[in-house]
């Protein structure tokens, strides 16, 4: 079971699943990339759609070739180190230099390690956070923060995660979440050049709607889940 400690493991990741699609939401909709999957995440979205990521059990540790030949989403995971990861990209034939690391909530670990290592590799770096734990990542990692309010696991978003995002992706469904937004921008401001994304939930058509109109009266920009439309990963 997850504690609410920081996992902070320098050089082994907790992994479950790799894979090479194109990213399908917020500044970098249709570009190539390699998604890495950690394992982990105590927050408790109600709508979460990886709900498989939440909790880290032993019996569900596998090898890393068994963990490459899932054919459907599950919590079986691998330990593996920055080392084991670019191999595995090398032997899988990955040609897309952008990585996008998510989870469960990758904040959860140190990705200082990975990043550094990827990096030095010629890989561009983004996490996907929830902006409730620490960020531990290189300079030059693009931060998308996906701010998780008022949910299960009671955990704040943080100042200095909002102040670290390079974009910030909401998802919508009504006014009130606009609202909320609205409060933490106030309560806890981003820096000054950071791109706000309103991304409708399951593109309902009325929260669609709402998020076009808001988004052009406020010069936000519209984040549609790509991949969804096109049915890939």
């Not at 320098?10 to 194109?22: D, G, H, P, V, W």
Request: aromatic share 6%.
């Amino acid at each position: 079971m997850l504690t609410k400690a920081i996992l902070t493991e320098a050089m082994s990741y907790r992994i479950n699943e790799i894979f090479e699609t194109l990213q399908g939401e917020g500044t970098f909709t249709g570009v190539p990339s390699i998604f890495l999957r950690l394992q982990g995440c105590p927050v408790g979205c109600p709508w979460c759609d990886t709900q498989h990521t939440w909790e880290t059990n032993p019996s569900d540790q596998v090898s890393v070739d068994a963990l490459m030949a899932k054919t459907e989403a599950s919590a079986k995971w691998s330990e593996m180190t920055a080392e084991d990861i670019i191999a595995r990209f090398e032997q899988e034939g990955y040609s897309a230099k952008h990585v996008v690391i998510t989870g469960g909530e990758p904040a959860m670990f140190d990705l200082l390690p990975l990043g550094k290592a990827l990096e030095a590799k010629g890989y561009q770096l983004q996490i996907e956070t929830s902006g409730t734990f620490e960020l531990k990542v290189t300079d030059s990692t693009w931060v998308t923060v996906s701010p998780k309010l008022d949910m299960p696991g009671g955990y704040l978003v943080r100042p200095d995660c909002m102040a670290r995002a390079n974009e910030i992706k909401h998802p919508i469904a009504m006014q009130k979440h606009i609202d909320a937004l609205d409060s933490l921008l106030k309560r806890c401001p981003p820096k000054a050049d950071a791109i706000i994304c309103l991304q409708p939930i399951s593109q309902r058509p009325r929260a669609t709607e709402l998020a076009m109109k808001t988004c052009i009266a406020r010069n936000w920009r519209l984040s549609v889940q790509m991949h969804k439309y096109l049915n890939i990963e």
